[in-house]
């Protein structure tokens, strides 16, 4: 667009407006006196059409040379491109997805292997801690507690909580997941104050069932005379005189 078309169009209206106003000064006069009066006044017109014309030519050369300078800019930009295209400066667009999925690659190929290590490393510490305190012991372990970075001293927390599930004699042997279960609580305050709860509420199961619902001899000789005692009730005491029932000395099994 020519830089200069605003000018020229207001050029172009003023001309027609003092043509107009000439004419119209023109038309009282005689003939002879009309052309006489006209031209210096065409004179006039055709110069101030002649500059309109130099200015719509200066505004065309501009944009002329603008074109030119935006295609050597191009010329320039393309040879600078390819010179840093060879050099390496630059990369094309193959050049750049090929090198971004390597990158990817490579990013996960590492994250991978993080992972892997971390695996391993989770599965050597469990078994080390199945060897030192038992295969229950090492299920009760999360991954987030074998990589911890106080590992080892959660594996002496869990120690301290095997050693004294075998103080109250409390065994594995009926019910492994209740006692995985009972040593998985945290290794925090909160989880220590858990797993004392869970072992107080055991202990005090197993009291119960030491003998403590055993009715005096004599009222149990007289259920069992009236033909009160349940079928499926056992004796309290086995043929020898063992207390079935779980008393001092046997573990609570779960």
């Known amino acids: 667009m020519n830089p200069f078309a605003e000018i020229l169009a207001a050029l172009r209206k003023s001309y027609q407006e003092v043509k107009a106003r000439l004419n119209k000064a023109l038309e009282g006069m005689p003939p002879i006196d009309q052309m006489e009066a006209a031209q210096p006044i065409r004179c006039l ?137 009972i040593l998985s609580q945290g290794y925090d305050a909160e989880g220590d104050a858990a797993f004392e709860n869970s072992v107080k509420t055991i202990a005090a199961l197993a009291g119960r069932s030491s003998g403590k619902n055993e009715a005096p001899a004599g009222e149990a000789s007289g259920r069992a005379s009236r033909g009160d005692v349940p079928p499926a009730t056992p004796p309290a005491h086995g043929p020898s005189g063992e207390n079935n029932a779980g008393g001092e000395g046997k573990p609570f099994i779960f």
């Open 45 to 181: 017109l055709g110069e101030y059409k002649w500059g309109m014309d130099r200015v719509e030519e200066m505004g065309q050369t501009i944009v002329d040379l603008e074109q030119r300078l935006d295609e050597v800019t191009k010329q320039a930009t393309e040879v600078e491109i390819a010179a840093r295209l060879e050099s390496g400066e630059l990369v094309t667009k193959d050049q750049s997805e090929v090198a971004i999925a390597a990158a990817r690659k490579d990013e996960r190929e590492l994250v991978e292997g993080e992972v892997r290590a971390r695996a391993e490393l989770a599965s050597t510490r469990r078994a080390e801690v199945a060897a030192a305190h038992g295969e229950h012991a090492a299920r009760a372990m999360k991954d987030e507690d074998l990589l911890a970075g106080d590992y080892e001293a959660r594996v002496r927390t869990l120690a301290a909580r095997v050693a004294t599930l075998e103080e109250n004699g409390i065994s594995a042997d009926a019910s492994p997941d209740a006692y995985v279960n």
